[in-house]
Protein backbone atom coordinates (compact mmCIF):
# COMPACT_ATOMS: atom_id res chain seq x y z
CA UNK A 1 0.00 0.00 0.00
CA UNK A 2 1.40 3.46 -0.72
CA UNK A 3 0.66 6.33 1.93
CA UNK A 4 -2.43 7.26 1.02
CA UNK A 5 -4.02 3.67 1.43
CA UNK A 6 -2.18 3.62 4.44
CA UNK A 7 -3.70 6.55 5.89
CA UNK A 8 -7.67 5.69 4.71
CA UNK A 9 -6.71 2.01 6.29
CA UNK A 10 -5.70 3.76 9.43
CA UNK A 11 -2.02 2.64 9.68
CA UNK A 12 -0.78 5.97 9.42
CA UNK A 13 -1.40 9.62 10.85
CA UNK A 14 -2.00 12.65 9.56
CA UNK A 15 -0.46 15.89 11.80
CA UNK A 16 -1.66 19.76 11.91
CA UNK A 17 1.53 21.51 12.61
CA UNK A 18 -0.47 24.67 13.85
CA UNK A 19 -3.47 25.05 15.34
CA UNK A 20 -4.73 28.59 14.27
CA UNK A 21 -7.55 29.57 12.07
CA UNK A 22 -6.68 27.56 9.37
CA UNK A 23 -4.91 24.38 10.71
CA UNK A 24 -7.52 23.45 13.61
CA UNK A 25 -10.35 23.61 10.49
CA UNK A 26 -8.22 20.86 8.34
CA UNK A 27 -7.40 19.01 11.47
CA UNK A 28 -11.24 18.43 12.38
CA UNK A 29 -12.51 18.38 8.84
CA UNK A 30 -9.71 15.02 8.45
CA UNK A 31 -10.40 13.39 11.94
CA UNK A 32 -13.43 12.83 10.53
CA UNK A 33 -12.26 10.54 8.09
CA UNK A 34 -9.29 9.45 9.43
CA UNK A 35 -6.66 9.63 12.13
CA UNK A 36 -4.80 12.72 13.13
CA UNK A 37 -2.96 14.95 15.16
CA UNK A 38 -3.16 18.43 15.99
CA UNK A 39 -0.34 20.18 17.31
CA UNK A 40 0.88 23.22 18.72
CA UNK A 41 3.23 24.91 20.92
CA UNK A 42 1.22 26.89 22.87
CA UNK A 43 -0.12 25.36 25.80
CA UNK A 44 -3.15 27.20 26.60
CA UNK A 45 -4.65 26.80 23.37
CA UNK A 46 -4.08 22.85 23.42
CA UNK A 47 -5.97 22.95 26.48
CA UNK A 48 -8.83 24.72 25.65
CA UNK A 49 -8.82 22.53 22.27
CA UNK A 50 -9.13 19.52 24.83
CA UNK A 51 -11.87 21.14 26.95
CA UNK A 52 -14.27 21.25 24.05
CA UNK A 53 -12.86 25.58 23.58
CA UNK A 54 -12.72 27.13 20.26
CA UNK A 55 -11.40 30.19 20.28
CA UNK A 56 -11.35 30.67 16.31
CA UNK A 57 -15.12 30.16 16.30
CA UNK A 58 -14.41 28.77 13.17
CA UNK A 59 -16.10 25.43 13.59
CA UNK A 60 -17.80 26.10 16.96
CA UNK A 61 -17.34 24.41 20.61
CA UNK A 62 -19.55 21.50 20.03
CA UNK A 63 -17.19 20.25 17.13
CA UNK A 64 -14.40 20.78 19.14
CA UNK A 65 -15.76 18.52 21.95
CA UNK A 66 -16.91 16.01 18.99
CA UNK A 67 -13.82 15.72 16.99
CA UNK A 68 -11.28 13.00 17.44
CA UNK A 69 -8.16 14.86 16.73
CA UNK A 70 -5.26 14.00 19.08
CA UNK A 71 -4.08 17.61 20.50
CA UNK A 72 -0.94 17.44 21.55
CA UNK A 73 1.90 20.63 21.98
CA UNK A 74 4.56 17.81 22.82
CA UNK A 75 6.70 17.56 19.66
CA UNK A 76 7.45 14.20 19.96
CA UNK A 77 4.17 12.83 18.89
CA UNK A 78 4.57 13.77 15.26
CA UNK A 79 6.95 11.01 14.65
CA UNK A 80 4.11 9.05 14.78
CA UNK A 81 2.50 10.68 11.88
CA UNK A 82 3.73 10.93 7.83
CA UNK A 83 1.50 13.11 6.66
CA UNK A 84 2.87 16.79 7.69
CA UNK A 85 0.37 19.67 6.82
CA UNK A 86 2.30 22.79 7.93
CA UNK A 87 -0.32 26.03 8.77
CA UNK A 88 1.49 28.37 10.92
CA UNK A 89 1.16 32.52 10.53
CA UNK A 90 3.62 34.24 8.06
CA UNK A 91 3.27 37.69 8.93
CA UNK A 92 5.31 40.87 7.82
CA UNK A 93 7.78 42.85 10.01
CA UNK A 94 7.78 46.36 10.54
CA UNK A 95 9.86 47.24 7.42
CA UNK A 96 7.11 45.52 5.14
CA UNK A 97 9.23 42.05 4.37
CA UNK A 98 8.27 38.73 4.98
CA UNK A 99 8.50 37.32 8.63
CA UNK A 100 9.67 33.91 7.46
CA UNK A 101 10.30 33.08 11.10
CA UNK A 102 7.32 31.19 12.10
CA UNK A 103 7.77 28.40 9.22
CA UNK A 104 11.40 28.18 9.13
CA UNK A 105 10.62 27.59 13.17
CA UNK A 106 8.13 25.00 12.20
CA UNK A 107 10.38 23.17 9.76
CA UNK A 108 13.07 22.82 12.75
CA UNK A 109 10.85 21.47 15.22
CA UNK A 110 8.98 19.33 12.12
CA UNK A 111 12.40 17.94 10.63
CA UNK A 112 13.94 16.68 14.13
CA UNK A 113 10.60 14.68 14.19
CA UNK A 114 10.32 13.32 10.71
CA UNK A 115 10.65 9.81 9.42
CA UNK A 116 11.32 8.48 6.01
CA UNK A 117 8.57 8.02 4.03
CA UNK A 118 6.75 10.85 4.82
CA UNK A 119 5.20 13.63 3.18
CA UNK A 120 5.29 17.57 4.25
CA UNK A 121 2.70 20.25 3.17
CA UNK A 122 2.86 23.47 3.74
CA UNK A 123 -0.18 25.65 3.30
CA UNK A 124 1.94 28.83 4.78
CA UNK A 125 1.49 31.64 2.71
CA UNK A 126 4.72 32.26 1.34
CA UNK A 127 6.24 34.08 -2.11
CA UNK A 128 7.48 31.56 -4.65
CA UNK A 129 10.61 29.66 -3.91
CA UNK A 130 10.51 29.25 0.09
CA UNK A 131 9.23 25.61 0.19
CA UNK A 132 12.05 24.56 -1.84
CA UNK A 133 14.51 26.85 -1.21
CA UNK A 134 14.24 27.34 2.42
CA UNK A 135 12.03 24.92 3.94
CA UNK A 136 13.54 21.56 2.50
CA UNK A 137 17.30 22.42 3.36
CA UNK A 138 15.98 23.18 6.72
CA UNK A 139 13.39 19.30 6.54
CA UNK A 140 17.03 17.97 5.84
CA UNK A 141 19.36 19.25 7.97
CA UNK A 142 17.50 18.41 10.84
CA UNK A 143 16.43 14.80 10.05
CA UNK A 144 19.20 13.89 8.14
CA UNK A 145 17.10 12.88 5.61
CA UNK A 146 17.29 13.51 1.82
CA UNK A 147 14.00 15.11 0.16
CA UNK A 148 12.98 13.05 -2.25
CA UNK A 149 14.08 9.36 -1.83
CA UNK A 150 13.26 9.74 2.30
CA UNK A 151 10.35 12.12 2.28
CA UNK A 152 8.29 14.46 -0.19
CA UNK A 153 7.41 17.30 -0.12
CA UNK A 154 3.98 19.89 -1.78
CA UNK A 155 2.41 22.76 -1.18
CA UNK A 156 -1.37 23.53 -0.97
CA UNK A 157 -2.12 26.94 -0.41
CA UNK A 158 -4.98 27.73 2.05
CA UNK A 159 -8.15 29.56 1.11
CA UNK A 160 -10.43 29.64 4.27
CA UNK A 161 -11.95 33.05 5.45
CA UNK A 162 -12.21 33.51 8.47
CA UNK A 163 -15.87 34.03 9.81
CA UNK A 164 -17.52 32.90 6.60
CA UNK A 165 -20.12 30.40 6.76
CA UNK A 166 -20.58 29.98 2.94
CA UNK A 167 -17.37 28.97 1.80
CA UNK A 168 -15.72 26.55 4.06
CA UNK A 169 -12.63 24.80 4.10
CA UNK A 170 -14.77 21.56 2.20
CA UNK A 171 -16.51 23.78 -0.74
CA UNK A 172 -13.71 26.17 -2.07
CA UNK A 173 -11.86 24.06 -4.32
CA UNK A 174 -8.09 23.49 -3.14
CA UNK A 175 -5.18 23.98 -5.05
CA UNK A 176 -2.24 21.29 -4.94
CA UNK A 177 1.03 20.36 -5.68
CA UNK A 178 4.17 18.23 -5.20
CA UNK A 179 7.71 18.21 -5.85
CA UNK A 180 7.27 15.04 -8.36
CA UNK A 181 4.07 13.04 -9.77
CA UNK A 182 3.86 10.89 -7.09
CA UNK A 183 4.22 13.24 -4.38
CA UNK A 184 1.29 15.44 -6.25
CA UNK A 185 -1.07 12.37 -6.67
CA UNK A 186 -0.73 11.11 -3.05
CA UNK A 187 -1.35 14.90 -2.08
CA UNK A 188 -4.19 15.39 -3.83
CA UNK A 189 -6.04 11.98 -3.26
CA UNK A 190 -5.25 13.09 0.43
CA UNK A 191 -7.06 16.60 0.29
CA UNK A 192 -10.23 14.72 -1.96
CA UNK A 193 -10.98 12.93 1.58
CA UNK A 194 -12.28 16.04 2.54
CA UNK A 195 -12.07 18.52 -0.03
CA UNK A 196 -16.06 18.43 -1.61
CA UNK A 197 -15.51 20.78 -3.85
CA UNK A 198 -12.44 18.80 -5.52
CA UNK A 199 -8.87 19.89 -6.18
CA UNK A 200 -6.41 21.60 -8.84
CA UNK A 201 -3.00 20.54 -9.60
CA UNK A 202 -0.45 22.81 -10.11
CA UNK A 203 2.10 22.34 -12.34
CA UNK A 204 4.72 23.05 -9.42
CA UNK A 205 5.20 24.31 -5.99
CA UNK A 206 6.08 27.90 -7.14
CA UNK A 207 3.07 28.08 -9.06
CA UNK A 208 1.14 27.03 -6.18
CA UNK A 209 3.08 29.32 -4.08
CA UNK A 210 2.42 32.32 -6.48
CA UNK A 211 -1.32 31.16 -6.95
CA UNK A 212 -1.92 32.21 -2.76
CA UNK A 213 -0.23 35.57 -3.17
CA UNK A 214 -1.79 36.85 -6.42
CA UNK A 215 -5.46 36.16 -5.64
CA UNK A 216 -4.88 38.07 -2.45
CA UNK A 217 -3.33 41.04 -4.32
CA UNK A 218 -5.93 41.06 -6.99
CA UNK A 219 -8.34 41.86 -4.33
CA UNK A 220 -6.21 44.35 -2.71
CA UNK A 221 -5.82 46.14 -5.63
CA UNK A 222 -9.52 46.31 -6.22
CA UNK A 223 -10.45 47.00 -2.92
CA UNK A 224 -7.35 50.01 -3.06
CA UNK A 225 -8.77 51.38 -6.62
CA UNK A 226 -12.74 52.13 -4.54
CA UNK A 227 -10.97 53.39 -1.67
CA UNK A 228 -9.12 55.79 -3.85
CA UNK A 229 -12.24 56.81 -5.41
CA UNK A 230 -13.44 57.31 -2.01
CA UNK A 231 -11.08 59.44 -0.93
CA UNK A 232 -11.34 61.73 -4.27
CA UNK A 233 -15.44 61.51 -3.74
CA UNK A 234 -15.47 62.64 -0.23
CA UNK A 235 -13.71 65.63 -1.16
CA UNK A 236 -16.39 66.18 -4.35
CA UNK A 237 -19.17 65.95 -1.48
CA UNK A 238 -20.13 62.90 -3.46
CA UNK A 239 -21.43 59.76 -1.94
CA UNK A 240 -19.38 56.38 -2.72
CA UNK A 241 -21.56 54.15 -1.53
CA UNK A 242 -24.48 55.82 -4.17
CA UNK A 243 -22.21 56.01 -6.89
CA UNK A 244 -20.88 51.64 -6.43
CA UNK A 245 -24.97 51.02 -6.28
CA UNK A 246 -25.37 52.64 -9.78
CA UNK A 247 -21.98 51.26 -11.05
CA UNK A 248 -23.53 47.83 -9.70
CA UNK A 249 -26.40 48.11 -12.17
CA UNK A 250 -24.33 46.94 -14.82
CA UNK A 251 -23.70 43.21 -15.57
CA UNK A 252 -20.03 43.12 -15.40
CA UNK A 253 -19.09 45.39 -12.41
CA UNK A 254 -17.10 43.73 -9.86
CA UNK A 255 -19.57 44.78 -6.71
CA UNK A 256 -16.13 45.66 -4.65
CA UNK A 257 -17.07 48.55 -1.66
CA UNK A 258 -14.66 50.72 0.11
CA UNK A 259 -12.93 49.50 3.40
CA UNK A 260 -10.04 48.65 5.77
CA UNK A 261 -7.99 46.12 4.69
CA UNK A 262 -6.52 43.97 7.71
CA UNK A 263 -6.13 40.50 8.60
CA UNK A 264 -3.54 37.93 8.05
CA UNK A 265 -4.01 37.86 4.03
CA UNK A 266 -4.60 40.73 1.67
CA UNK A 267 -2.77 43.56 3.61
CA UNK A 268 -0.35 40.82 4.19
CA UNK A 269 0.17 38.26 1.06
CA UNK A 270 1.03 41.52 -1.61
CA UNK A 271 4.33 42.24 0.36
CA UNK A 272 5.69 38.69 -0.06
CA UNK A 273 4.96 39.36 -3.92
CA UNK A 274 6.71 42.87 -3.55
CA UNK A 275 9.67 41.23 -1.64
CA UNK A 276 10.26 38.75 -3.94
CA UNK A 277 9.50 40.95 -7.23
CA UNK A 278 12.28 43.49 -6.10
CA UNK A 279 15.27 40.71 -4.76
CA UNK A 280 15.06 39.65 -8.63
CA UNK A 281 15.13 43.46 -10.07
CA UNK A 282 11.30 44.79 -10.89
CA UNK A 283 9.76 46.84 -8.74
CA UNK A 284 5.98 46.69 -8.64
CA UNK A 285 4.15 49.56 -9.23
CA UNK A 286 0.49 48.79 -9.40
CA UNK A 287 0.85 46.46 -6.43
CA UNK A 288 2.45 48.54 -4.20
CA UNK A 289 0.30 51.35 -4.56
CA UNK A 290 -2.43 49.92 -4.51
CA UNK A 291 -0.86 48.62 -0.97
CA UNK A 292 0.23 52.46 0.02
CA UNK A 293 -4.02 53.27 -0.60
CA UNK A 294 -5.01 50.60 1.49
CA UNK A 295 -2.49 51.38 4.28
CA UNK A 296 -3.76 55.15 4.40
CA UNK A 297 -7.11 54.61 5.00
CA UNK A 298 -6.96 54.79 8.94
CA UNK A 299 -5.39 57.83 8.36
CA UNK A 300 -8.23 58.91 6.15
CA UNK A 301 -10.61 58.03 8.43
CA UNK A 302 -9.52 59.16 11.37
CA UNK A 303 -9.15 62.69 9.93
CA UNK A 304 -12.48 62.40 9.07
CA UNK A 305 -13.70 61.71 12.98
CA UNK A 306 -11.84 64.83 14.08
CA UNK A 307 -13.59 67.33 10.90
CA UNK A 308 -16.78 65.66 12.58
CA UNK A 309 -16.27 66.45 16.19
CA UNK A 310 -15.34 70.03 14.76
CA UNK A 311 -18.32 70.59 13.01
CA UNK A 312 -20.62 69.06 16.13
CA UNK A 313 -18.89 71.54 18.28
CA UNK A 314 -17.04 69.14 20.12
CA UNK A 315 -14.31 69.90 22.14
CA UNK A 316 -11.75 67.39 20.33
CA UNK A 317 -9.70 66.36 23.27
CA UNK A 318 -12.59 65.77 25.67
CA UNK A 319 -14.93 63.91 22.90
CA UNK A 320 -15.71 60.65 24.18
CA UNK A 321 -15.03 58.65 21.36
CA UNK A 322 -16.61 54.42 21.44
CA UNK A 323 -15.42 51.93 18.74
CA UNK A 324 -18.03 49.33 18.25
CA UNK A 325 -15.71 46.30 16.74
CA UNK A 326 -11.74 46.01 17.32
CA UNK A 327 -11.59 42.62 14.77
CA UNK A 328 -9.79 42.60 11.23
CA UNK A 329 -13.56 41.64 9.88
CA UNK A 330 -16.81 40.79 10.81
CA UNK A 331 -18.30 37.91 12.91
CA UNK A 332 -14.85 36.45 13.90
CA UNK A 333 -12.99 37.20 16.80
CA UNK A 334 -9.35 37.33 14.77
CA UNK A 335 -7.63 40.79 15.81
CA UNK A 336 -4.51 40.27 13.64
CA UNK A 337 -3.73 43.35 11.30
CA UNK A 338 -6.52 45.49 12.88
CA UNK A 339 -6.56 48.49 10.63
CA UNK A 340 -9.11 49.71 13.54
CA UNK A 341 -6.69 49.70 16.16
CA UNK A 342 -4.44 52.16 13.26
CA UNK A 343 -7.20 54.99 13.50
CA UNK A 344 -7.41 54.75 17.51
CA UNK A 345 -3.62 55.41 17.26
CA UNK A 346 -3.98 58.55 14.43
CA UNK A 347 -6.46 60.07 17.22
CA UNK A 348 -4.05 59.46 19.85
CA UNK A 349 -2.27 62.11 18.38
CA UNK A 350 -5.08 64.33 19.31
CA UNK A 351 -5.25 63.36 23.02
CA UNK A 352 -7.86 61.82 22.57
CA UNK A 353 -8.67 58.05 24.25
CA UNK A 354 -10.84 55.79 22.78
CA UNK A 355 -13.51 53.67 24.08
CA UNK A 356 -13.32 49.86 22.79
CA UNK A 357 -15.89 47.69 22.56
CA UNK A 358 -16.14 44.24 20.87
CA UNK A 359 -17.95 41.19 22.34
CA UNK A 360 -16.03 38.63 19.48
CA UNK A 361 -12.62 39.44 20.08
CA UNK A 362 -10.69 38.00 23.06
CA UNK A 363 -9.94 40.95 25.28
CA UNK A 364 -6.23 39.50 26.51
CA UNK A 365 -5.42 38.92 22.93
CA UNK A 366 -6.25 42.63 21.80
CA UNK A 367 -4.02 44.01 25.29
CA UNK A 368 -0.96 41.37 24.67
CA UNK A 369 -0.81 42.61 20.52
CA UNK A 370 -1.48 46.28 21.28
CA UNK A 371 -1.83 47.15 24.60
CA UNK A 372 -5.19 48.28 24.27
CA UNK A 373 -7.96 47.40 26.99
CA UNK A 374 -11.59 46.18 25.58
CA UNK A 375 -14.13 47.75 27.72
CA UNK A 376 -17.43 46.45 28.69
CA UNK A 377 -20.58 48.06 26.73
CA UNK A 378 -21.96 49.46 29.82
CA UNK A 379 -18.76 51.49 29.44
CA UNK A 380 -19.24 52.56 26.14
CA UNK A 381 -22.66 55.32 27.35
CA UNK A 382 -22.68 58.97 27.08
CA UNK A 383 -20.40 59.22 23.69
CA UNK A 384 -19.73 62.31 21.74
CA UNK A 385 -18.42 59.68 18.76
CA UNK A 386 -20.18 56.09 17.54
CA UNK A 387 -17.72 54.45 15.24
CA UNK A 388 -19.36 51.55 13.76
CA UNK A 389 -15.98 49.91 12.92
CA UNK A 390 -16.93 46.48 12.10
CA UNK A 391 -19.74 44.93 10.81
CA UNK A 392 -21.12 42.37 13.19
CA UNK A 393 -24.24 40.60 13.05
CA UNK A 394 -25.34 42.18 16.18
CA UNK A 395 -24.34 45.56 14.72
CA UNK A 396 -26.27 45.40 11.73
CA UNK A 397 -29.58 44.43 13.91
CA UNK A 398 -28.95 47.67 15.89
CA UNK A 399 -31.74 50.29 14.50
CA UNK A 400 -31.01 54.19 15.01
CA UNK A 401 -32.98 53.94 17.67
CA UNK A 402 -30.70 51.67 19.74
CA UNK A 403 -27.53 53.56 18.95
CA UNK A 404 -28.76 56.49 19.96
CA UNK A 405 -29.20 55.25 23.45
CA UNK A 406 -25.35 55.55 23.50
CA UNK A 407 -24.99 59.27 23.30
CA UNK A 408 -25.03 61.78 25.99
CA UNK A 409 -28.36 63.95 25.67
CA UNK A 410 -27.80 66.89 23.29
CA UNK A 411 -29.00 67.74 19.63
CA UNK A 412 -29.08 65.31 17.46
CA UNK A 413 -26.87 67.69 15.15
CA UNK A 414 -23.39 67.34 18.00
CA UNK A 415 -24.28 63.43 18.02
CA UNK A 416 -21.29 62.23 15.71
CA UNK A 417 -21.97 58.86 14.07
CA UNK A 418 -18.95 57.06 12.00
CA UNK A 419 -20.33 54.23 9.68
CA UNK A 420 -17.11 52.46 8.22
CA UNK A 421 -19.63 50.04 6.80
CA UNK A 422 -22.29 51.48 5.95
CA UNK A 423 -24.45 49.69 7.93
CA UNK A 424 -27.29 52.45 8.37
CA UNK A 425 -29.75 53.73 6.15
CA UNK A 426 -27.75 57.40 5.38
CA UNK A 427 -30.71 59.47 4.64
CA UNK A 428 -33.34 58.54 7.41
CA UNK A 429 -29.53 59.14 9.60
CA UNK A 430 -29.73 62.61 7.91
CA UNK A 431 -32.82 63.15 8.28
CA UNK A 432 -33.03 62.89 12.05
CA UNK A 433 -29.86 65.52 12.01
CA UNK A 434 -27.15 63.38 12.86
CA UNK A 435 -23.59 64.46 12.07
CA UNK A 436 -23.00 61.36 10.02
CA UNK A 437 -20.39 59.78 7.92
CA UNK A 438 -19.68 56.40 6.09
CA UNK A 439 -17.17 55.48 3.84
Known amino acids: ?3 YEKIVSGDEKIALVGLGYVGMPIAVAFAKKVKVIGFDLNSEKIEKYKQGIDPTQEVGDEAIA ?3 VEFTNDP ?3 KEAKFHIVAVPTP ?22 LVKG ?3 VYESTVYPGVTEDICIPILEEESGLKCGRDFKVGYSPERINPGDKMHRLENIKKIVSGMDADSLEIIAKVYE ?15 AEAAKVVENSQRDINIAFINELAMAFDKMGIDTNEVIEAMNTKWNALGFRPGLVGGHCIGVDPYYFIYEAEKLGYHSRLISSGRQINDDMPGFVGDNIIKYLVLANKQVRQAKVVFFGVTFKENCPDVRNSKVIEIVKHLEQY ?3 PVLVDERADPVEVERSYGYKLSDVKDAYDADCIVIAVAHDEYRKMGLEKWDEFYRKCDN ?18 AKGYRYWRL
Open 92 to 113: INLDKTPDLHPVESASRLLGKN
Open 413 to 430: KEKVLIDIKSILDKKQTE
Open 193 to 207: LVIEAGVHRAGSIKV
Open 118 to 120: SVV
Open 351 to 353: KIT
Open 1 to 3: MNL
Open 66 to 68: KTL
Open 76 to 78: GKL
